[in-house]
């Protein structure tokens, strides 16, 4: 009788011969800068009133998201951080972070209020 693995739905199973798949594929490839669809949001919740611009959207591996990240950073002068999916820059640079993803490829737009 076979245990719950942590990845599988499978909870328990009264077959003796029973192994789990252990090969499943997660790896994500990333989109093309053309296919991206990102959000530029400016927001301040939970940051002590602080202004950061928010990149949402992004299709991609980890590493990645960093070079794009970091890339943003160097071309605004500021720093920032990016990890899950988001890239978070210092201050209000909306317009300046549209023009460098508008001149690298992506598709972006402001989103928010």
Sequence with gaps: MSKKNRNSKIMYSTNADFEYDEEQ?????TLEPNKQNLKIFLDKKQRKGK???LI???VGTDDDLNDLGKSLKNKCGVGGS????EILIQGDLREKVKSILDDLGYKS???GG
């Design 56 to 58: 949402t959207g992004f």
């Design 109 to 111: 737009k402001l989103a």
């Design 82 to 85: 990016s990890k899950e999916g």
């Design 51 to 53: 202004k950061v611009t």
């Design 25 to 29: 594929d997660d790896s994500i490839e």
